[in-house]
């Protein structure tokens, strides 16, 4: 089981930053896959992904301008979401995700945060 609660949502003018935090505990060594969702009404969008071992993926929408980073720290993991000059467009609740998978059946378990408001005015 994995748990994950993120933070630092909020209104931002347009060319602003903010910095999302998602804390993920429980068995975060079993991973395989962390990433940052969004949704806007009528349309979900894979904002950023990290699989183990591979490297960082961004949606094209978002390259340049956001950076998905993480820490491990005492048993538990952060992952963060940087976000620079954002536009009315990035408008969405965004949400942290993981996906563990246990070796010895292959089954796969997703887990997703609660979500947090993202408002960019104009």
């Known amino acids: 089981q994995v748990y994950l609660v993120e933070s630092g949502g909020g209104l931002v003018q347009a060319g602003g930053s903010l910095r999302l935090s998602c804390a993920a505990s429980?068995?975060?060594?079993?991973?395989?896959?962390m990433a940052w969702y969004r949704q806007a009404p009528g349309k979900r969008e894979l904002v950023a992904s990290i699989?183990?071992?591979?490297?960082?993926?961004?949606a094209d929408s978002v390259k340049g301008r956001f950076t998905f980073s993480r820490d491990y720290a005492a048993n538990a993991l952060n992952l963060y979401l940087q976000m620079d000059n954002l536009r009315p467009e990035d408008t969405a609740v965004y949400y942290c995700?993981?996906?563990?998978?246990?070796?010895?059946?292959?089954?796969?378990?997703?887990?997703w945060g609660q979500g947090t408001q993202v408002t960019v005015s104009s």
């Open positions: 995700y993981a996906m563990t998978k246990v070796v010895a059946t292959q089954r796969e378990f997703e887990y």
């Open positions: 429980g068995s975060i060594f079993s991973i395989k896959t």
């Open positions: 699989t183990s071992g591979g490297p960082t993926n961004y």
